[in-house]
T-cell receptor, first 115, second 112 residues
Framework: AQTVTQSQPEMSVQEAETVTLSCTYDTSESNYYLFWYKQPPSRQMILVIRQEAYKQQNATENRFSVNFQKAAKSFSLKISDSQLGDTAMYFCAFMTDQGAQKLVFGQGTRLTINP | DSGVTQTPKHLITATGQRVTLRCSPRSGDLSVYWYQQSLDQGLQFLIQYYNGEERAKGNILERFSAQQFPDLHSELNLSSLELGDSALYFC???????????FGPGTRLTVT
């Protein structure tokens, strides 16, 4: 079974700084999808970014980018020029390319952006 | 706004009761997923439907059941409720295989 591990339960940075959230996963499959979701205090789950394992190029969405290291099974999220609105729980998630199309989530990292 | 709607937003009920949570997917999405978020178990996949048919099951209790209707909305039925069933229940939808899942706002269930 696939597992996702986020080793940083909490992080805190100043506004405008860059922060990197870590995620590792375990799978024997060669193709799969990886995601970062954000859950602000409103509890809404918001998709931040998506990466397909067969693509070498790291995904980027505005201030959010990932560092995908397939051999190391690592998928970190970098937030540049952090803003107060980035304060949230961040979940890394894995989805297989075959079988059940379920998301397997990590335990989450609570990120606080301080003014 | 993800385009996925869930009702009700909050539900408070007593142990032993039965409740129904409702979800409407984004327009055009055929897949619906249910997830449970609790403090001790984190975010867990319960069940997936695709175009009216059950596609995958996760750690869903026998007391729980779900279905997807011809208009693609889905309902999650929770019966013989226990205190431990208190959680945030999310519905998500996607257009199909390998695509990202968009989440609804969730239903917060409190069992007293």
């Amino acid at each position: 079974a696939q597992t996702v591990t986020q080793s940083q339960p909490e992080m805190s940075v100043q506004e405008a700084e860059t922060v990197t959230l870590s995620c590792t996963y375990d799978t024997s499959e060669s193709n799969y999808y990886l995601f970062w979701y954000k859950q602000p205090p409103s509890r809404q789950m918001i998709l931040v970014i998506r990466q397909e394992a067969y693509k070498q190029q790291n995904a980027t969405e505005n201030r959010f980018s990932v560092n995908f290291q397939k051999a190391a099974k690592s998928f970190s999220l970098k937030i540049s020029d952090s803003q107060l609105g980035d304060t949230a729980m961040y979940f890394c998630a894995f989805m297989t390319d075959q079988g059940a199309q379920k998301l397997v989530f990590g335990q989450g990292t609570r990120l606080t952006i301080n003014p | 706004d993800s385009g996925v709607t869930q009702t009700p937003k909050h539900l408070i009920t007593a142990t032993g009761q039965r409740v129904t949570l409702r979800c409407s997917p984004r327009s055009g999405d055929l897949s619906v997923y249910w997830y449970q978020q609790s403090l001790d178990q984190g975010l867990q996949f319960l069940i997936q439907y695709y175009n009216g048919e059950e596609r995958a099951k996760g750690n869903i209790l026998e007391r729980f059941s779900a279905q997807q209707f011809p208009d693609l909305h889905s309902e999650l039925n929770l019966s013989s409720l226990e205190l431990g069933d208190s959680a945030l229940y999310f519905c998500a939808s996607s257009v199909g295989w390998g695509h990202e899942q968009y989440f609804g706002p969730g239903t917060r269930l409190t069992v007293t």
